[in-house]
């Protein structure tokens, strides 16, 4: 039998943040729910989160995974103390306890599982995972004796300048026996700098204790402050480029593009200069984004070209040209072939199959046809000041330059709108419709005595 639990109570004061710090975002999903999905594969029987600072707040984010069991910690009086907290709730467990720090976000379920084996074939009370880094300022140290065994960790802070010497790191993931941990918990002291309850000393008070040293020290990143959030995000987009890149995405400057976790992208894909992906994104294949295009939560069809341009909680069809300079808003709902064109925004709108925007329009709460040509400026609109009122206009319908359509308005297919009009009443289908003052002409005007 297997549980694990993730210690997600502490502040994160080096963190300087009002969110809880395993509430930060990494690449489109927090810090706890990555440490919480790198142990997914372990199927384990029961899974707990520690939670203490803003426990409200994190169990409200957490809601959604199923079997996930809270455990309060209240105060957060070290890693130890939290890990105490667990003796009600596991009180008769047989099995191991797999304890994952919050703020290791990096790892790879296959280094648990190889951790967790090794485990179990070693006959230890407790394994836990150590790298060796160049740096490992800030991180407990892991002593062994000549047979490999952990004897001690010792706390950065509570290290002497030669025991700091020492490269091998906790990385803050342990398998432990449950009830021969559960029978030394109850013994740890608050002896130690910080004043604090550390789990790491229950490993020198455990009969056997091993390790497992990783083989990519990146993976037991932990993330105490802003700047190794930083360095995280760059790891962790950089193992979401190269897996696309694996898939058939090209990437003309991977560097300056970012993804999101939960991105989809299809085959021949390019992804050009300064491009971010974000959120729930779907993009079908042979879609050409970029230079500049931020893309969040849209779903994108086949062989779509977007330049410089915003596209949010939309959907575009297949063979849409977006850009330069448009902003797709939210449930903005472009047709296959439409044309999408320089300062244009579009808004809860449809557009029909084969409808061009082509320049400085505002399209919103709007319903057009097949094949609707929009004119450059004409605007819906929409919004009397206390409603936001819908435009309907009919397939193969024109609008002139610089039209506003004033709704709600109901323009049939196949009208022509004059340019310059404004349109207040509704157009029958096959009109046209002109609503602008008539030019007037003074002759002579300009040569008066
Ligand atoms: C810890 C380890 C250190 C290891 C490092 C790896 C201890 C004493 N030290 O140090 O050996 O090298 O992780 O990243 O364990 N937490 C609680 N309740 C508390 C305190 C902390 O749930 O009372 C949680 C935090 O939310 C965090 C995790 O435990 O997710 C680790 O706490 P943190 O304060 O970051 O420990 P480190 O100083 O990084
Ligand atoms: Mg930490």
């Avoid at 927090?30 to 199927?43: D, G, Y």
Wanted: charge should be negative; charged fraction near 20%; include cysteine.
């Amino acid at each position: 039998m297997l549980a694990i639990a993730v210690l997600a109570a502490g502040k994160g004061t080096r963190m300087k943040s009002a969110l809880p710090k395993v509430l930060q975002p990494l690449a489109g999903a927090t810090l706890v729910e990555r440490v919480l999905s790198s142990a997914r594969t372990l199927a384990p029987e029961r899974r707990l989160l520690i939670v203490g600072h803003q426990a409200d707040r994190v169990e409200a984010q957490l809601q959604h995974i199923p079997g996930l069991e809270f455990v309060l910690q209240q105060p957060q009086n070290g890693t130890g103390h939290a890990v105490q907290q667990l003796l009600p709730a596991l009180e008769g467990f047989e099995g191991e306890l797999l304890v994952l720090n919050g703020d290791v976000p990096l790892l790879r379920s296959e280094t648990i599982e190889a951790m967790v084996s090794r485990h179990r074939s070693s006959g230890a009370n407790v394994t836990l995972l150590t790298a060796r880094l160049n740096d490992p300022t800030g991180y407990g140290r892991v002593f062994t004796n000549d047979r490999g065994e952990v004897e001690s960790i010792i706390e950065h802070r509570d290290c002497s300048d030669q025991q700091r010497s020492n490269n091998l790191t906790n990385a803050g993931i342990y398998c432990f026996n449950w009830s021969a941990l559960a029978d030394v918990l109850p013994k740890l002291s608050t002896d130690n700098d910080q004043g604090e309850l550390y789990l790491t000393d229950t490993v020198a008070m455990l009969e056997k204790a091993m390790h497992v040293e990783v083989a990519d020290p990146d993976e037991v990143n932990g993330i105490n402050n802003r700047m190794q959030l930083a360095q995280c995000e760059a790891v962790l987009q950089q193992r979401l480029r190269d897996h696309w890149m694996a898939e058939g995405v090209t990437f003309t400057d991977p560097f300056s593009c970012t993804l999101s976790e939960h991105c989809q992208i299809g085959r021949d894909v390019v992804i050009e200069p300064q491009t971010h992906l974000r959120g729930d994104c779907r993009i079908g294949d042979n879609c050409r984004l970029g230079p500049g295009c931020l893309i969040e939560d849209a779903e994108l069809g086949t062989g779509v070209t977007a330049v410089h341009s915003v596209i949010r909680e939309a959907r575009v069809g297949d063979g849409v040209a977006i850009g330069p300079f448009a902003h797709l808003r939210p449930a903005a709902d472009v047709g296959d072939g439409c044309r999408i064109g320089n300062f244009v925004e579009v808004k809860k709108s449809q557009l029909g199959p084969g409808s061009k925007v082509n320049h400085l329009s505002y399209i919103g709460d709007a319903s057009l046809g097949e094949n609707v040509n929009v004119g450059a400026g004409t605007i819906t609109a929409n919004y009397d000041g206390v409603n936001k009122h819908l435009t309907v206009i009919g397939s193969n319908s024109k609008t002139g330059a610089n039209s506003v359509l004033v709704a709600p308005v109901n323009v049939g297919s196949n009208v022509t709108i004059g340019a310059g009009s404004t349109i207040t009443k509704d157009v029958p289908d096959d009109a046209l419709a002109i609503g602008r003052a008539k030019q007037l002409m003074k002759d002579g005007w300009n040569k008066r005595g």
